[in-house]
């Protein structure tokens, strides 16, 4: 069992918005450590999406969002194209644990 | 542009040791705030963190594979190395590094991620 929890599948038709909730606790995004996003699409390894909550790096997308309050955060993707179906991890810090992942969330494109 | 790449056995028998080496280029790992980590995923299941060594040589594990973790860093041959003792076959995984960003020590993200390295633990 993951330490930050995801919702194991999100689905929505092309151009529809979806959002990935990623929650915690007080010893890692409620301790107001940084949450970020990583999609892997099959057989790839994981590209980071979104870093600090909020920031996408360089090439990303700005379909893709992220956001954070209290013990959660959230990944949005608007405007979903067949080229967004992956799974998604949310990773944070967590005082105890160090790194930590959540349990991934597989997105479909209907 | 930063690369990574794994490189080690893709074949293990239980109770022995496994010894994984990440061959970098595109940074030094001796400026503030880079690190290197290493992630393992079973197959069809989560990625899961194993531990991270920084520039300054600081390190952290994951606390319940602490005890058969250990990371080491060479920054002239550029390679990081991990080592889990004790193989089982719940190890079976591909095992990833990853170039980490210290933007707030010791909090970090990975923005650069090598192709993976596939382990099977089997007699």
């Known amino acids: 069992q993951s330490v930050l929890t995801q919702p194991p599948s999100v689905s929505g038709a092309p151009g529809q918005s979806i959002t990935i909730s990623c929650t915690g606790d007080?010893?890692?995004?409620?301790?107001?450590?940084?949450v970020h996003w990583y999609q892997q699409l099959p057989g790839t390894a994981p590209k980071l999406v979104i870093y600090?909550?909020?920031n996408r790096p360089s090439g990303v997308p700005d379909r893709f969002s992220g956001s954070q309050a209290g013990i959660s955060a959230s990944l949005a993707i608007t405007g979903l194209r067949p080229e967004d179906e992956a799974d998604y991890y949310c990773q944070s810090y967590d005082r105890s644990l160090s790194g930590v992942f959540g349990g991934g969330t597989k997105v479909t494109v209907l | 542009q930063v690369t990574l790449k794994e490189s080690g056995p893709t074949l293990v028998k239980p109770t022995q040791s496994l010894t994984l080496t990440c061959t970098f280029s595109g940074f030094s790992l001796t400026s503030s705030g880079e690190g290197v980590a290493w992630i393992r995923q079973p197959p069809g299941k989560a990625l899961e963190w194993l531990t991270v060594?920084?520039?300054?040589?600081?390190?952290r594990y994951s606390p319940s594979l602490r005890s058969r973790l250990t990371i080491t860093k060479d920054t002239a041959k550029k390679q990081v190395v991990l080592t889990m003792t004790n193989m089982d076959p719940l190890d079976t995984a591909t095992y990833y590094c990853?170039?980490?960003?210290?933007?707030?020590?010791?909090?970090?993200?990975?923005?650069?991620w090598g192709q993976g390295t596939p382990v099977t633990v089997s007699s």
């Open positions: 600090r909550n909020i």
């Open positions: 007080r010893s890692n995004i409620g301790a107001g450590n940084d």
């Open positions: 060594i920084y520039w300054d040589g600081d390190d």
């Open positions: 990853a170039h980490t960003v210290v933007f707030w020590h010791p909090q970090f993200y990975m923005d650069s």
